[in-house]
C-alpha cells in the first residue's frame, strides 16, 4: 500500500483479520490514525454509526462531534481522503473484513463518563471498561470536571481525594454494577 511501511500495513491487516468482524470504534483503532485513539473512535463511531458514513464526513462534521478537536478532525480528512487508503479498505472488503454498525441504542451510562482507580474485585479494568462502552458511556484515564462518577476498587489512589475536591460521585464497585444494569452473579 502506497504511504505504508511494511509493518505497518501488516500490523493493521492482522489486527483486523484477527476480529474478521469488528465495530467501527476498533477498526477505527486498529487504523492507527493520528490523534485518533480509543476515547476519540468510540465518540465518532457513537455520532457517525457507520463506516460509510464516516467516510462522507467533512471536517466540520467532525468539528460538530462533542469532544473532536480540530487536530483529530484534520487527521481523519487527510487518512480518510488518502486515495492509498481508500484502496485499502476496498481491499479490506473485498477480504471479507466487515465493519458493523454501531448500535445507537441508548444504553444506562449513556452520556455518563467514568474514570476508575484502584483494583476491581468482579472483573478486570479493561472489562470495567467494555462494560462502560457497551452501555453507552465513556472512559477515561485521567480525572477532569468531565468526568461524572469515579469507580473505586480496592486501594484506591490520589483520585479518590481530587474527586472528593470536585465533588465528584464515587462509586464502589457494586454501586458501578447496578448503574451499569448488571448484577453481580452476571459478572
Given at each position: ?28 483503532c486498529a487504523l ?28 466540520e462534521q467532525l ?87 469515579l469507580v473505586a ?35
Amino acid at each position: 500500500l502506497d504511504g505504508w511501511g511494511d509493518k505497518s500495513a501488516e500490523n493493521c491487516v492482522a489486527a483486523i483479520a484477527k476480529a474478521g468482524n469488528t465495530t467501527l470504534s476498533r477498526f477505527l483503532c486498529a487504523l492507527g490514525i493520528r490523534y485518533v485513539g480509543e476515547a476519540t473512535a468510540g465518540l465518532l463511531s457513537r455520532h457517525f454509526t457507520s463506516l460509510d458514513a464516516l467516510l462522507k464526513a467533512t471536517k466540520e462534521q467532525l468539528l460538530e462531534v462533542e469532544g473532536i478537536g480540530e487536530q483529530a478532525a484534520s487527521s481523519l480528512v487527510d487518512y480518510l481522503s488518502d486515495p492509498s487508503t481508500r484502496e485499502m479498505l476496498a481491499r479490506l472488503r473485498q477480504l471479507g473484513v466487515v465493519v458493523a454498525d454501531q448500535d445507537t441504542a441508548a444504553g444506562p451510562l449513556d452520556g455518563k463518563v467514568f474514570l476508575f482507580t484502584g483494583t476491581l474485585q468482579n472483573m478486570s479494568r479493561n472489562e470495567a471498561k467494555q462494560l462502560v462502552k457497551e452501555q453507552g458511556g465513556q472512559v477515561v484515564s485521567g480525572i477532569s470536571r468531565r468526568v461524572t462518577h469515579l469507580v473505586a476498587g480496592e486501594r484506591g489512589g490520589s483520585k479518590l481525594k481530587k474527586a472528593a475536591e470536585m465533588a465528584i460521585p464515587v462509586l464502589k464497585e457494586d454501586e458501578f454494577f447496578q448503574l451499569a444494569g448488571r448484577e453481580r452473579n452476571e459478572i
